[in-house]
T-cell receptor, first 114, second 115 residues
Framework: DVKVTQSSRYLVKRTGEKVFLECVQD?????MFWYRQDPGLGLRLIYF???????EKGDIPEGYSVSREKKERFSLILESASTNQTSMYLC?????????????FGDGTRLSIL | AQKVTQAQTEISVVEKEDVTLDCVYE???????LFWYKQPPSGELVFLIR??????QNEISGRYSWNFQKSTSSFNFTITASQVVDSAVYFC????????????FGQGTRLTINP
């Protein structure tokens, strides 16, 4: 079974802090994703990576950056956390270059910015 | 542009009832894949099914079944004899462009099964 592990289920940080959310997958998947999920707004893609050191902006990249130094790990960075970044963050991974492989998700991180 | 519409925001039924979750999509692609995911209260999205646009046969897996109709651009999901454990948010999704890994998700349908 594919395992996508997010480093924290719950996280509380303060405004202005630099926040790191970590995601690790154990299935040698090429693609990794970061989403945020807010009530009424559904799932929104923040960043996508299709290979080590490669990334693409998603729908809402402002205020975020990512790092993929190793194939199995994809980090989301909030450069200077703000209260409007309080949300549920979901990491996912998928295999290959085509559009028919399903994405596999982690348990999510509920991030609160105070 | 690709679009997925799940018009039912919330559905509430009593245990053992059958329930159908609707998914209507728009795509310019001639071949494509459709997905359903389940998000239980614990938070993780769980992959349920992938369907190729070439294959219009209905799919059944235990109490779950999927009805894909290309003529109406719909990919509906039915739970037969619902159980409390089926309570979750269900998402339908479609690749943003043909062959792409990035998905377009519907807004989700929150299903509550009452005992």
């Amino acid at each position: 079974d594919v395992k996508v592990t997010q480093s924290s289920r719950y996280l509380v940080k303060r405004t202005g802090e630099k926040v790191f959310l970590e995601c690790v997958q154990d299935m040698d998947h090429e693609n990794m994703f970061w989403y945020r999920q807010d009530p009424g707004l559904g799932l929104r893609l923040i960043y996508f990576s299709y290979d080590v050191k490669m990334k693409e902006k998603g729908d809402i990249p402002e205020g975020y950056s990512v790092s993929r130094e190793k194939k199995e790990r994809f980090s989301l960075i909030l450069e200077s956390a703000s209260t409007n970044q309080t949300s549920m963050y979901l990491c996912a991974s998928s295999l290959g270059r085509s559009g028919y492989q399903p994405q596999h998700f982690g348990d999510g991180t509920r991030l609160s910015i105070l | 542009a690709q679009k997925v519409t799940q018009a039912q925001t919330e559905i509430s039924v009593v245990e053992k009832e059958d329930v159908t979750l609707d998914c209507v999509y728009e795509t310019r692609d001639t071949t494509y894949y459709l997905f359903w995911y389940k998000q239980p209260p614990s938070g993780e999205l769980v992959f349920l099914i992938r369907r190729n646009s070439f294959d219009e046969q209905n799919e059944i897996s235990g109490r779950y079944s999927w009805n894909f109709q290309k003529s109406t651009s719909s990919f509906n999901f039915t739970i037969t004899a619902s159980q409390v454990v089926d309570s979750a948010v269900y998402f339908c999704a479609l690749p943003r462009i043909q062959g792409a890994q990035k998905l377009v998700f519907g807004q989700g349908t929150r299903l509550t099964i009452n005992p």
